[in-house]
């Protein structure tokens, strides 16, 4: 049976994650992106690489989320809680 979430494997796969999304954070900071926009980002990155516990982590960091992100957050933890 699969789980359906996934974890990486290695310490490399972990440091390659981290760094990527250090540099994406930096940069978005640099541009004056808002908070929402900033957790969007990593979001977006773990969702490309099926790491759905990760997109949901990212979405509640936001402290004060839009209407939409409320939404995409529900929808995304409904979706996620019916694949269990």
Do not use: G, W
């Amino acid at each position: 049976m699969r789980s359906p979430f996934d974890c990486l494997a290695t310490t490399d796969d972990r440091a390659h994650i981290t760094t990527a999304l250090q540099a994406l954070t930096a940069k978005l900071q640099k541009e004056n992106a808002s908070e929402e926009a900033i957790a969007q980002q990593p979001a977006r990155y773990f969702s490309d690489r099926q790491l759905q516990a990760d997109v949901l982590q990212e979405v509640f960091t936001v402290k004060s989320p839009s209407v939409a992100l409320r939404q995409f957050a529900t929808d995304l933890l409904k979706e996620f809680c019916s694949s269990l």
